[in-house]
Structure formats: structure tokens, C-alpha cells
């Protein structure tokens, strides 16, 4: 068996036997929450990438996923001790995962948004060797914990990575998303970057009122609103301006 055709880490979500949820809270309500919680929701190997709207769930899922893996919500890996202020949901709560057993897996959560604090509480670390990440650029920082802390077999995590990065970054993101498909990995990715779920292989989630679909990087409505935009920006412009 090669690295790649490895058995992915986890299987699947699923609503946990017994979980009481509040059917009128804002997250349980949300269209692919509430069908992850009906119906549970299998997790391919390799790449998979949630996209949709601002609202449509991407972020809640992948919190829900990092804290039912055991994973800091803010960042980091189970280990890491660092928080703000609580704003997930309790969606992990009501959640379980089914692995795949009988081998140890690295895991690790990137969350655009919280990244400040992730580098304040590694730095922090008695004879940390990540104390450098605050002396580069948000994007240098992220690509640079990337490399350190996405290695080899493993279930990683990420929200929104695109945001701190330039075109060319996110190319090497792209090329690093593929090393790690190679290596056995299983990633995870929110994000609204049609550069990102270009990926080869990659599977794609679509997240939006009809709740989650497996679409093509063609078909995706984020694709063709782009090709649409930069065909013709003004068109667009002029009903915003």
C-alpha cells in the first residue's frame, strides 16, 4: 500500500446517540448543519474542499470537526491551551466521528481569523520553535506554520486559508495541499477561492440552502461568478456603485 492510498483517518460524522439539540438555535438551523445532523455526512480521503456564502455553514463545520477531533477551536493542535473569546457554536457537542482504527494520525486546525493568537500562545512556549512567526508577514506566518505543522499522514483542518495570501502564496498553498493528499493525508478546507478548489482530485462540497452537494470545480457557482466578474468587471460594478 502506498502513503497515498492509505485509509483515511476519519470516515464520517454523525449525529451523537442521545445529543439534545435545540432545533431553533441559529446554527441548528442552518441548511447543511441540520443535514449533517440528519444524515450524517461522509468525509472522503484526501483533499475536501466546503464552499458557499457568507452563512452557509463552512466555518461551523469545521470548528464542529476540529472540536469533535479533539482540536483547539482557535487553532492549533489538541495540545494547544490558547483561547479568546468563545464564539463556535455547540455543534461538536452533538457530534460524533467514526475513525479509522488501528493508527496514530497527526492533526492540526489553521483558522484565518484567529491566527494572531495561535502565534502569541506558541511563542509563549518554553524553547519554542515557532517563536519567529510574529516577525513575518501574515501570510509568510501562515504558509511557514503550514509547513511545520501539516506533515505526513494525518487529519488536518482549515478555515478560510486563502485570506493572508497573495496569488502566488496561494499557488504554493495549492502545491502543498497536493504534497500532503500524496503523503496520506486528509484535509479539510472552508474557503470562497476558486484558485484553491482548482486542485486536482480534490473533492468539493457545495454548502447553501439546499444544504450539502458534491459538485465539480466547473459546475461550482463560485467559479462561474468569477469567470463572469473578470470577463466583464464594469457589469457587474455598475449595479454596486
Known amino acids: 500500500m502506498t502513503r497515498s492510498d492509505a485509509p483515511r483517518p476519519i470516515r464520517r460524522i454523525e449525529r451523537a446517540a442521545g445529543a439534545?439539540?435545540?432545533?431553533?438555535?441559529?446554527?441548528?438551523?442552518?441548511?447543511?448543519?441540520?443535514?449533517?445532523?440528519?444524515?450524517?455526512?461522509?468525509?472522503?480521503?484526501?483533499?475536501?474542499?466546503?464552499?458557499?456564502?457568507?452563512?452557509?455553514?463552512?466555518?461551523?463545520l469545521i470548528e464542529a470537526l476540529a472540536g469533535v477531533h479533539g482540536l483547539n477551536a482557535e487553532g492549533g493542535s489538541r495540545g494547544a491551551m490558547h483561547a479568546t473569546r468563545v464564539t463556535e457554536s455547540p455543534l461538536a457537542e452533538a457530534l460524533q466521528v467514526v475513525r479509522t482504527p488501528g493508527?496514530?494520525?497527526?492533526?492540526?486546525?489553521?483558522?484565518?481569523e484567529t491566527m494572531h493568537g495561535l502565534y502569541t500562545y506558541l511563542e509563549n512556549l518554553p524553547c519554542s520553535p515557532d517563536a519567529d512567526l510574529h516577525d513575518r508577514?501574515?501570510?509568510e506566518g501562515f504558509l511557514t506554520l503550514l509547513e511545520r505543522k501539516f506533515r505526513g499522514y494525518g487529519f488536518y483542518l482549515m478555515d478560510e486559508p486563502e485570506a493572508p495570501l497573495s496569488f502566488t502564496s496561494t499557488l504554493r498553498l495549492v502545491a502543498q495541499l497536493d504534497k500532503l493528499r500524496l503523503a496520506g493525508a486528509q484535509v479539510v478546507?472552508?474557503?470562497?477561492?476558486?484558485?484553491?478548489?482548482a486542485l486536482p482530485g480534490?473533492?468539493?462540497?457545495e454548502l447553501g440552502e439546499h444544504g450539502i452537494r458534491r459538485t465539480t470545480w466547473d459546475e461550482l457557482e463560485l467559479t462561474n461568478r468569477w469567470r463572469l466578474f473578470l470577463a466583464e468587471p464594469a457589469a457587474y460594478l455598475r449595479h454596486m456603485l
Do not use: C, Q
Open 103 to 112: 493508527r496514530r494520525v497527526n492533526s492540526y486546525f489553521l483558522r484565518a
Open 137 to 139: 508577514s501574515h501570510g
Open 20 to 60: 439534545e439539540i435545540d432545533a431553533t438555535a441559529w446554527w441548528a438551523r442552518i441548511p447543511a448543519v441540520a443535514a449533517v445532523l440528519e444524515h450524517g455526512l461522509n468525509l472522503p480521503a484526501g483533499v475536501t474542499f466546503l464552499v458557499g456564502e457568507n452563512g452557509s455553514g463552512k466555518s461551523t
Open 189 to 197: 478546507v472552508a474557503t470562497h477561492s476558486p484558485l484553491l478548489t
Open 202 to 205: 480534490a473533492t468539493i462540497m
